[in-house]
């Protein structure tokens, strides 16, 4: 059996009140191992002056990668908008225009959603180009985009085809008030001057509308739209001629 050691009267030792109250004081006034202090989970005992060097130096490269791949971020945005817009007017290039047909067709497909595709030609652009320079025609061009992109929806698609054609998706929008929509622009351009060295200058327009119905190709609504432009063109041609004649 174990004993503690004795008093030199041979009785055993034992600890008094004044040491166990120093060591029970003693542990309680340790504080546990989870609540000691830490920075990027170094705990605070360990942060000498040349840990908490290397972690300032360490927290300042991640915000320099941070904002580094924020602005590589918004040049990615900035590069995909450019991809996306024509090179000169702005109004979508061709590609991501036909991308827009292409999410109004699966809109119409999905939820029945009505859509319509507008296609623009302009009238007059070419004598424009020939009487006052191609600067003149870049203006007329730029004249033309800036009216449609403010007479439309922010959910409306405008978009250059190429050369002097021009194209609106109109969302959500049945034929009849597609048709309607299409008069309104075409008139609105053909009736609305623009300003070039001076002088006031107007271009007319042909255009044509197709319905998005579900299970057709965008190209293929494009081909059907063209083709009502051309016959609208065809139309005021003939009235133009026979005014002449009656001239």
């Known amino acids: 059996m174990r004993i503690g050691p004795t008093s030199p009267t041979g009785n055993v030792s034992r600890p008094g009140k004044t040491e166990t109250a120093r060591k029970s004081g003693t542990a309680s006034a340790s504080p546990p191992t989870s609540d000691a202090a830490s920075i990027m989970g170094v705990p605070e005992a360990e942060l000498t002056p040349n840990v908490q060097r290397a972690l300032l130096s360490l927290m ?64 007059g652009f070419k004598a424009i180009n020939d009487d006052y320079g191609h600067a003149a025609g870049d203006a007329a061009l730029h004249h033309v985009a800036n009216l449609l992109t403010a007479h439309v929806r922010e959910t409306d698609a405008v978009g250059r085809l190429g050369g002097d054609e021009f194209a609106v998706v109109l969302t959500l929008t049945g034929a009849d008030g597609a048709e309607s929509k299409a008069r309104e622009l075409a008139e609105r351009v053909s009736t609305t001057p623009f300003d070039y060295a001076g002088r006031k200058l107007t271009v007319g327009t042909a255009w044509g509308c197709q319905p998005l119905m579900a299970g057709h190709k965008a190209e293929d609504i494009m081909a059907s739209a063209d083709a009502a432009m051309y016959a609208c063109k065809q139309s005021q041609k003939s009235e133009q001629d026979e005014k002449r004649r009656q001239a």
Do not use: C, I, W
């Open 60 to 123: 300042g490269e991640v915000d320099q990668l941070r904002k580094e791949t924020e602005r590589l971020r918004g040049r990615v945005r900035e590069l995909e908008s450019l991809a996306d817009h024509d090179v000169m007017l702005p109004v979508l290039n061709r590609r991501a225009f036909l991308r827009e047909v292409s999410r109004a067709l699966a809109l119409a497909e999905r939820h029945n959603a009505p859509s319509a595709l507008v296609y623009f030609d302009l009238n």
